[in-house]
């Protein structure tokens, strides 16, 4: 009896504790890919409310960037500290980086983790237009002739926004324990650092050579997430990878660079050639869809306005070549301006964000060679002769067909014309325009 109560005892602990198991955790895997901007923000923010409503127990970002646009950075950083999902930063794989607004994404996360063979820092911000402070030697500001510091005006922008970036990035070091001195040197220096270095300095919390490696490692973590503390329970977790639905995919390619500059041009020329060919539709079309899609991309990149400018003016002067012909002045200087404001178009300095110098020069080579068939073409036409008007029937052979008293008609290329001339013709006769008056020809007499 007694061994029948115990084996029912035992059956009770055992089914109590798999019923009463807790299922598997579950944790959602984001990928920081390439430069970061409005698509890559949009990307997390919907990965971050999925992981809320799925009550997944974290979220891993895998970076793997070389920076981007602040106003993106601040607003996923904004995301992250936000939400009540614990998010792990895990710089990964091996050769992959956390650069420029990759650090301060990786100083925002709960938790800090890198791949053996990666590296972070360079976290200089980049103000669009320019204005960054020049470093002075030994780092101290620049002297009056009294040898009293004194602030540069001309610097004065650029220090505000590394002082402000300064104390953003202490502020993230500062909430999760990292190490704070660092991140200032890599705002001010731009200090990088490799995955070794950045765990024995205190800005990672751990090196992890795989994903499965960094759970196992971080599994029973206490955390403070959103004001409470949690406990990450990573260990065997299923991760489920948030894919790029088809509009953040759309926006990623659309606020491409270069192909913002490709619609810029195909918006622009399109435009004019409705224009040279009024009811056309097509180009018209094409045209103005592809310039609002190009100025909805310009208005959210670092776009140098200086550089616009002058790719307007250049295809100005492109038109004014063809429509007041100048012998090539101003087509040249049309092609020369719109090459330079391709160039300067998007700040340069922007990690991720510039256009692709091939694609300018072959739509600057293609629009000079245009310019040089143009000039060719008109070069040629002054030395032909002329085919139509007035000008045209000068030197013309001609049959006088009835003439009297010094007038009469004759056949002139293929039509009827009253003619004045010499007394002595007479019908049948060849004769030779001299001039025209009006809607006579003065004709005179071909000697055999």
């Known amino acids: 009896m007694r061994r029948r109560l115990l084996f029912l005892l035992i059956c009770c602990v055992l089914i109590a504790r798999v019923v009463g198991a807790s299922p598997p955790a579950s944790g959602y895997l984001v990928a920081i890919d390439g430069p970061i901007g409005p698509a890559m923000a949009m990307h997390l923010d919907k990965a971050l409310e999925q992981a809320q409503a799925g009550q997944a127990g974290f979220v ?22 936000a939400s009540p999902v ?7 794989p091996e050769g992959a980086r956390a650069a420029s607004a990759g650090t ?4 925002a ?14 976290a200089t911000p980049v103000p669009l237009g320019g204005g960054m402070p020049r470093p002075q030697p030994g780092g101290g500001e620049p002297e009056s002739a009294e040898g009293e510091a004194r602030p540069d005006p001309a610097d004065a922008a650029g220090r505000k926004v590394v002082n402000d970036a300064v104390a953003y990035i202490r502020s993230l070091a500062e909430k999760h324990g990292r190490n704070a001195d660092w991140a200032e040197s890599a705002v001010r220096e731009g200090a990088s650092i490799s995955a070794a270095m950045a765990l024995e300095k205190g800005v990672i919390d751990l090196v992890a050579a795989s994903l499965p490696e960094l759970l196992t490692s971080i599994d029973g973590r206490q955390l403070t997430v959103a004001g409470r503390q949690t406990t990450l329970l990573t260990a065997g977790a299923r991760l489920h990878e948030v894919e790029k639905d088809w509009r953040i995919e759309f926006l990623s390619i659309l606020t491409n660079p270069t192909v913002a500059y490709m619609l810029l041009l195909a918006g622009v020329y399109g435009l004019l050639l409705e224009g040279y060919n009024p009811g056309a ?14 100025l909805f991309a310009l208005q959210i990149l670092p776009v140098n306005y200086a550089g616009l400018g002058l790719i307007l003016l250049g295809i100005v002067l492109i038109i004014a070549e063809a429509l007041l012909p100048s012998f090539g002045v101003l087509g040249f200087g049309g092609v020369a301006a719109f090459v330079i404001g391709s160039v300067m178009l998007m700040d340069a300095d922007v990690p991720g964000y510039q256009i692709n110098l091939m694609v300018i020069a072959g739509v600057g080579a293609t629009a000079a060679s245009l310019m040089l068939l143009t000039v060719y073409l008109l070069m040629r036409s002054r030395k032909s002769f002329v085919v139509t008007g007035e000008d045209a029937l000068v030197g013309a052979m001609a049959q006088v067909m009835d003439y009297t008293d010094g007038s009469g008609w004759a056949w002139v290329a293929s039509e009827q014309w009253r003619v004045r001339g010499p007394r002595q013709l007479k019908p049948g006769d060849t004769v030779r325009v001299k001039a025209v008056d009006g809607l006579t020809l003065i004709i005179e007499a071909v000697e055999d």
Do not use: E
């Open 60 to 81: 891993v970002l895998r970076i793997d960037t070389p920076g981007g646009l602040d106003t993106a950075m601040r607003g996923m950083i904004k995301a992250i500290l």
């Open 86 to 92: 614990p998010v792990i930063c895990y710089v990964a």
């Open 104 to 107: 301060y994404l990786l100083y």
């Open 109 to 122: 996360c709960h938790v800090a983790a890198m791949a053996p063979a990666t590296n972070l820092g360079a």
């Open 281 to 294: 539709i097509f180009p018209g079309v094409i045209g103005a869809i592809s310039l609002l899609l190009a």
